[in-house]
């Protein structure tokens, strides 16, 4: 063999064993971990991150490795996006692992949240590309199982906006009358007994005296002078002129008959400067501005009247268009109109639902615990009142709570179309759009609802379903609901989450199982368990969930079934 020969060999040799020749060797579970492991649902997704710490020696330079994690669960699997990495020697964009010192590759994982995929396995498959050929290397497992805490956040929980009633028991009305004096005079002159005002005021008064439903809860009289003519003879004409009025309204009443009121109530003003003021700046005199001008600029009531007299050119004016409006007595009547009472409403609507106003019917609906109860009271009132898109806002809302997600959603788009500026309808729309993971829809439906009151625990769950559990819970507040709770478990507040839970007034078997998780996360055995029970006792299906959770991988459950 000559020596050209020899050192072609040689070479060759050596090419082989310093990594471009020769396949790639099977990749080891010691050389990757998982963040997290086990794998966390987060929002409804499972994310994580493969970090491979590859050793030297071991990455050949002209190999192109795509690595595909792969989530195995009941008879199945399902992908992740694959990452290539590539040796030294190959021509390509990849992240590059040395042969002689290796490297670390990190590869994102994430998945749509499947409830089967809490017992699971992560793993890794390697295809390999090398001097023109292909092949597999086998699969490595990497991580097992699915923490699924998360996805107990549930939309169909969250209760929907209603569309309140404006149904009053008691509405109060208030009927007024004047009596004007003359100048420098306090006794009431026949005339202005006799007005339309006047004869209205006392017609109100006697019909609420007759009326079961009306009640005569105050009667007031406020008498008032102008401010001319000085303030110790008109705190002597607005005394008299109240006294004189009352003294009118007593006999009245007495004459009518009617004695069962709440108060016959009085006071005056001896000087009207606020009403002067207001009615200068109501009225068309040529020199308001000045005359306002001084009202500002003097406090005391005798300057004012001086500096208003030197006004010679506006005070004939004044005192022909303005200041005989400021001599009078105002009698006011306030009166209670009662509505029907609660037992009252529902005996009309069981027998003529037409009877009752379309508040009335709203307010009916509120008066019973019994979904499927309000679901007919609002159905009557849509039928009642077609026009009225608060009946429909409502019976979707009960819809919703029945889990009849499609009729209450054609009732939300109904109540809606009729009212598009309806913070509760849009509102809806958008928890409907959350629960069928529409969450562009949803963004927008719950920005058109700002102010409703109900959308602070209807954030609250998509923040939790981003995966956002800090904004979830200042979406929350003080908020206590399974869902505020959960949130503040998985941001690890267990004391707060402890509180909420214990705040909750009507507990359910999802409360308990949370309570549970709670328990297993703070190592209280006794919590654990104790809430299970009760979990599995009002919902037989949590027991096969509990298996299976790795939440309570911990602890011996044996022991519930």
Not at 148 to 156: E, F, S, Y
Not at 231 to 250: D, F, P
Not at 367 to 376: M, P, S, Y
Not at 426 to 439: D, E, K
Request: proline fraction near 4%; charged fraction near 25%; include cysteine.
């Amino acid at each position: 063999m000559n020596s050209k020969l020899c050192y072609s060999v040689v070479l060759g040799t050596a090419v082989l064993l310093t990594g471009c020749g020769k396949k790639m060797n099977q990749f080891k579970a010691d050389y990757f971990t998982v963040n997290p492991n086990p794998l966390e649902v987060v929002g409804d997704k499972v994310p994580a991150t493969v970090t491979g710490n590859i050793p030297g020696k071991f990455f050949v330079k002209n190999a192109e490795v795509t690595v595909t994690p792969y989530l195995e669960f009941n008879g199945t699997e399902v992908a992740s996006a694959p990452y290539t990495f590539q040796g030294e020697k190959v021509r390509g964009n990849n992240p590059v692992v040395n042969f002689e010192y290796g490297g670390t590759v990190t590869i994102p994982v994430q998945y749509v949240y499947n409830p089967d995929m809490r017992k699971s396995d992560l793993s890794l498959g390697f295809t390999v590309k090398q001097g023109g050929k292909q092949y597999v290397l086998p699969r490595v497992k990497v991580a097992t199982g699915v923490v699924a805490t998360a996805a107990l956040a549930d939309v169909g929980t969250v209760t929907p906006a209603i569309a309140a009633d404006k149904f009053q028991r008691v509405i109060n009305e208030k009927f007024d009358a004047d009596i004007k004096f003359l100048i420098n005079q306090a006794n009431i002159r026949d005339g202005e007994l006799r007005s339309s005002e006047m004869q209205n005021l006392h017609q109100e008064i006697v019909k609420a005296n007759d009326d079961g439903r009306r009640e005569i809860k105050e009667i007031n009289v406020t008498s008032y002078a102008s401010p001319d003519g000085g303030l110790k003879l008109n705190t002597k004409l607005a005394e008299n002129r109240e006294k004189n009025t009352v003294n009118y309204m007593e006999g009245k009443l007495k004459k009518d008959h009617i004695s069962d009121f709440g108060e016959l109530t009085a006071d005056f003003t001896p000087q009207d400067w606020e009403g002067f003021k207001k009615l200068v700046a109501q009225s068309n005199i040529q020199d308001k501005e000045l005359i306002l001008s001084v009202l500002s600029m003097y406090k005391d009531p005798e300057q004012r009247e001086r500096e208003i007299r030197n006004l010679s050119s506006v005070f004939d004016q004044l005192a022909e268009e303005i200041l005989p409006q400021l001599r009078y007595s105002r009698i006011t009547a306030s009166i209670d109109v009662i509505g029907k009472s609660d037992e009252e409403i529902m005996n009309i609507y069981k027998l003529n639902p037409k009877g009752l106003t379309v508040d009335e019917l709203l307010y009916a609906a509120t008066l019973t615990d019994d979904n499927e109860q309000r679901i007919q009271i609002y159905d009557t009132a849509a039928s009642i009142y077609p026009n009225d898109y608060r009946a429909f806002n409502n019976l979707g809302m009960c819809q919703y709570i029945d889990q009849d997600y499609d009729a209450a959603q054609a009732c939300f788009e109904q109540a809606a179309k009729m009212a598009p500026e309806s913070g509760e309808a849009q509102m809806n729309l958008g928890l409907v759009s959350l629960l069928n993971n529409n969450y562009k829809d949803a963004t927008a439906r719950f920005g058109n609802a700002a102010g409703v009151p109900a959308l602070a625990d209807a954030l609250g769950v998509y923040y939790m379903k981003q995966g956002d559990y800090n904004s979830a819970i200042r979406a929350f507040g003080d908020s206590k609901s399974n869902n505020a709770a959960l949130a503040q478990i998985l941001n690890k507040d267990y004391s707060k989450a402890k509180t909420t839970l214990g705040g909750i007034d009507y507990p359910d078997a999802t409360t308990y199982y949370i309570a549970a998780v709670l328990g297993a996360r703070t190592n209280n055995s006794d919590m654990v368990y104790n809430n299970l029970r009760e979990a599995i006792k009002l919902d037989k299906s949590l027991a096969d969930q509990a298996k299976s959770d790795l939440e309570f991988s911990r602890f011996n459950l044996n022991s519930l079934y």
